[in-house]
């Protein structure tokens, strides 16, 4: 255990990663975007908030600012494609990413900005603060609705028996999954 190796200071966050993958969709009605994420996290349970790190100069950057919300999209292991599209792709210069990528817009309940469809779970949030990471922001959200499929959520918790799996990004093209519950023996 004593054979570990010094990493460069640049790098220390992949070995936080992997992180729930999301893909985050933004709009107004008139223009929408999807891209996706991997830092992200639960911030607050009451009332329920949420952060996600969005780079300044993406063009849904923008849409977030002029429309203070946003949808969180929770993919399966089916979607890897469509987000990693979603990902390296501009909204600059594809206009209909939901259409490229063969997704579904879903009408969300309160927020103007479509879901994801085809997402095992969507999150409607309204943005709180916006704070400057230099060329990234980190965004902070209020939830105000959430559904899900209850194939794969249940009783606060995912339910991995009926063949969920979820994606994490390790970097690059490079994803795991997570796909099974384990329990701790912890005795108190």
Known sequence: ????????????????????????????????????????????????????????????????????????????????????????????????????????????KIIKAPLVLEAIANLECRIFDIRDMGTSALITAQVLNAVVDEKHFKNNQWIFENGLQLIHHLGGLDFCISNKKIKSTYNS
């Open 1 to 108: 255990m004593n054979d570990k190796k010094f990493i460069s200071v640049g790098e220390p966050h992949r070995l936080l990663t992997p992180g729930l993958t999301l893909l985050i969709s933004t709009g107004n009605e008139q223009d929408d975007n999807l891209f996706s994420v991997a830092w992200n996290m639960p911030v607050r349970k009451q009332p329920p908030m949420v952060a996600i790190l969005c780079g300044k100069r993406h063009y849904s950057f923008k849409l977030l600012e002029k429309t203070g919300e946003f949808g969180i999209n929770i993919p399966d292991h089916n979607l890897i494609d469509e987000v990693i599209g979603c990902g390296k792709t501009s909204g600059k210069d594809i206009t209909d990413k939901f259409d490229k990528f063969n997704l579904t817009r879903k009408k969300a």
